[in-house]
Nanobody, 116 residues
Framework: QVQLGESGGGLVQAGGSLRLSCAASGSIISFNFMGWYRQAPGKQRELVARITNSGSTNYADSVKGRFTISRDNAKNTVYLQMNSLKPEDTAVYYC??????????WGQGTQVTISS
């Protein structure tokens, strides 16, 4: 099963930006979907953004217009550009990959903290 490793989290002030990266241990071309989820303390994990292997994207309403997901198949990496960050974006962000053949894989998560 592919291994996913997130990076790029940290502490920024409200209004700032971060770019998260998710590097896969193997090719990501075969994945039907790759995406980012987040989980804030005391809340359920929720979908933030997702991208298909053809490049179609969808976003949670709360991040539309602020976050952008992209993928670089040559680097086996998916990115999440986060702009205009808000304190309510504070959460652990997880990378996710799904294929019909190998099922679902998760990364370990990266902490994003937005100060007001």
């Amino acid at each position: 099963q592919v291994q996913l490793g997130e990076s790029g989290g940290g502490l920024v002030q409200a209004g700032g930006s971060l770019r998260l990266s998710c590097a896969a241990s193997g090719s990501i071309i075969s994945f039907n979907f790759m995406g980012w989820y987040r989980q804030a303390p005391g809340k359920q994990r929720e979908l933030v953004a997702r991208i298909t292997n053809s490049g179609s994207t969808n976003y949670a309403d709360s991040v539309k217009g602020r976050f952008t997901i992209s993928r670089d198949n040559a680097k086996n990496t998916v990115y999440l550009q986060m702009n205009s960050l808000k304190p309510e974006d504070t959460a652990v962000y997880y990378c996710n990959a799904f294929s019909g053949n190998s099922g679902t894989s998760w990364g370990q998560g990266t902490q994003v903290t937005i100060s007001s």
